[in-house]
C-alpha cells in the first residue's frame, strides 16, 4: 500500500508574516489610490467650470457683451440668468445645473447654489457702485478671472475673499484652494488652469488686472 506524502501546513507565524506584509503593501497603495481619487475629482470640477464658462460666454454674446448681472437681493444671481437657456440641464425651480458643482466641495445648499463663483468684475455688484456691469466684448485677457472655485458655495468672489480664512483653513470642502492648495482658474481667453494658494494671495487689490477687465 502506497504511503500519501504527508502535505506542508503554514505555521501561524508564517501566516501573520504573510498579513503583515499585505497590510504594509496596503498603507503604501491606498493614499496613492486616495491622490488618484483627488486628482480625477479635480479634472471633473476643470471641467466643468469650462462648460460654465462655454455658456456665459454665449450669454455674452447674445447681451450686448455684458455678462450675466447678479443682484445679491432680489434677484436673479448671475447662475439663474444662465438657466435654462444656456444652462438647459438646469432644474429652473433650484436653479442648480451639474456643472456648478464640485465633487471635492460641500453639497451645494439653497441659498447659494454654486461650488463655482463668477468673479465679480464680471457680474458687477449692485451694492458697490465702482463695479458696476462692464461691458466684455473686447475682453479676452489671460490674466482677468471668469470663474473660480468658490469658498463655502458663494456664487460670486471679490479681491477681500483672499484671506487665509478662506483660501487655506478649513476643510477641503469649504476652503478655495482645495485641490492639493491649488484653485481652478478660468479666464477671460477661455483658458482654465490650477492656481497655488499663494498665487491667490497676490490678487487680493481691484486694481489687479485678475479683477480688472479694464487693463
Not at 78 to 98: A, F, K, Q
Amino acid at each position: 500500500m502506497s504511503v500519501l506524502p504527508k502535505a506542508n501546513k503554514f505555521t501561524l507565524i508564517e501566516l501573520l508574516v504573510v498579513v503583515a506584509i499585505i497590510g504594509i503593501l496596503m498603507s503604501l497603495l491606498l493614499p496613492s489610490v486616495s491622490k488618484a481619487r483627488l486628482k480625477t475629482m479635480q479634472a471633473v470640477c476643470l471641467s466643468n467650470q469650462r462648460q460654465l464658462g462655454i455658456a456665459t460666454f454665449s450669454y455674452i454674446s447674445d447681451n450686448g457683451g455684458y455678462g450675466p448681472y447678479h443682484k445679491e437681493a432680489g434677484g436673479p444671481r448671475w447662475n439663474e440668468r444662465l438657466v435654462p437657456n444656456y444652462l438647459p440641464e438646469g432644474d429652473i425651480y433650484t436653479i442648480i445645473s451639474p456643472v456648478q458643482t464640485c465633487p471635492v466641495a460641500t453639497v451645494v445648499n439653497a441659498s447659494w447654489q454654486s461650488n463655482i463663483a463668477m468673479s465679480i468684475a464680471v457680474t458687477g455688484d449692485d451694492a458697490l457702485a465702482f463695479l458696476p456691469p462692464r461691458n466684455l466684448s473686447r475682453a479676452t485677457s489671460t490674466q482677468t478671472a471668469l470663474l473660480i472655485d468658490s469658498y463655502n458655495n458663494w456664487p460670486r468672489m471679490r479681491a477681500n475673499y483672499f484671506i487665509a480664512e478662506k483660501v487655506q483653513d478649513g476643510t477641503d470642502q469649504v476652503k478655495i484652494a482645495r485641490h492639493f492648495n491649488k484653485a481652478n482658474v478660468s479666464y477671460l481667453d477661455g483658458s482654465s488652469k490650477a492656481k497655488s494658494a499663494t498665487y491667490l494671495y497676490t490678487k487680493t487689490s481691484w486694481l489687479d488686472t485678475f479683477w480688472d477687465i479694464e487693463k
